[in-house]
C-alpha cells in the first residue's frame, strides 16, 4: 500500500519522539541510581540544584508585605465627650503619692526671692497688647531673667523637673482644659524655681520689682500675694488673692499644698462622672476659680498656714488692710498693690502705689477653657 509524503512525515516523526524519550528514560534511571548508590539521601538531589530553596523563591516571587490597616486619629475632646468608662480603678482614682501631705518644705528656700519672670503662651501666640504688656515689665526690670513657656516647652519642662514623680506628669500631660493646666503650671514653675509669675495681660507700673517688697520683710517673705478683692465692696463677696502675679521662693510647702488640692480635686471630680482626667470638660468641673484659680489658691495657701501654726487664720487680722502685713512667712500685699482697679478706697490717704495693672484679656473664658491650636 503506497503511502502519502504526509503519512511518510508522520511515522517519522513519531519514530524520532519515541527514541528521544526512550534516551532520556534510561538517562534518568543511570542518574538515580548512581546518585542513590553513592549517598542513598534525596536531600542532596535537592540541595545540589537548589542550595538554598528559600533565596529561589525569594528571587523568583518576591514578598511583599501586606498592607498595614489604617487606624483613624483619636476624635478632639467635646464638652460632653463619647467614652468607655475605665477598666482600671487606678486611672481615676488619686496616686497615693498624693494623698500623703507634705508639712514641711522638701528644700532650703534662698534669702531672696529668684530674679526670675514666667509667661505662659498659648497656641495663638501674643497680641499686640500683651506684647506691650509684657514689655512694661521686661524693659523695667534689666535684671531679671524671662522665660515664656508654650505648651509644648511647659509639657517638657513638667516631664524633666517632675521626672521623680511620674504621678505629677502623668496628672499634667492628661489635663485636656488648657486654663487648668496653665493654672497648674504656674504653681508646679513657682514651686520647683520660685520667681515671679505674671499672666501676659499684665503690665507692671514704674515701680521696679526690687522694691516691690519693703526692705524689713525681704529676707522673711518666702511668698508674696496680694488680694484681689478686699475693699469698697457694698454687698458680701469672698475674699481672694490675686493669682494674675505671685512672688516666690522655691520649695515651699504652701505651694505644694496648692498642687495636691488641684490634683485630688481634679481626680475626684473625675471619680465622681466615671471618667478619666483626659475626659474632664468643663461643665464637669464647674467654676475654674474654685477648681484651679484664686479662691482654690487663697484655700490652700491658707489651710497651709494653719497647718503651720496649729490653729486658724485670723482673716480679720489680714483683711482692709492698708500697708503690707506679714504672717509667718507669707507677705499679704494690700488689694492696690496687684488689684487697684478693683477695689475702692473712697477718700483714703496715704495709699502706697499700684505696683501692677491687670487688664482683664479673659483669653480663657470660652466653652473650652482657653485657647485652642488652629
Known sequence: MLLTHRQVAFRVAGFTTLVMVSAFCVFLSIFHVGTLGAVNDESVIAKRFFPNPLAFITATHPVTAPPQPVTA???PPVSTPLY???????????????????TTAPRASPTQIPKKLWY???PQGMSVEMRKWTDTCINNNPGYRVEFLTDRSGDDYVKQTFASRPDIVRTYLALNIPIIKADLLRYLLLFAEGGIWSDLDVSCNYIPIDDWVPAQYANAADLVVGWEFDMGWSYEFRRQFATWTIMAKPGLSH???????????LYNTASKHNVTLQYLS????????DVSGPAR???SVLRSLESTFK?????????????????????IMPAYAFAA???????QKGLGPALVRHHYAGTWKNKYGGELAK
Open 255 to 265: 505651694m505644694w499644698m496648692v498642687i495636691e488640692d488641684i490634683i485630688e480635686e
Open 297 to 299: 489658691f487663697t484655700e
Open 120 to 122: 505662659k503662651v498659648g
Open 73 to 75: 486619629p483619636p476624635p
Open 282 to 289: 468643663l461643665d464637669m468641673v464647674g467654676d475654674i476659680v
Open 84 to 102: 468607655e468608662p475605665p477598666h482600671d480603678a487606678t486611672e481615676i482614682s488619686p496616686p497615693a503619692k498624693l494623698m500623703a501631705r507634705t
Open 311 to 331: 490653729r486658724p487664720v485670723d482673716l480679720g487680722g489680714i483683711s482692709e488692710i492698708l500697708e503690707p502685713r506679714l504672717i509667718g512667712d507669707i507677705l
Open 341 to 347: 482697679t478693683a477695689n475702692d478706697y473712697g477718700d
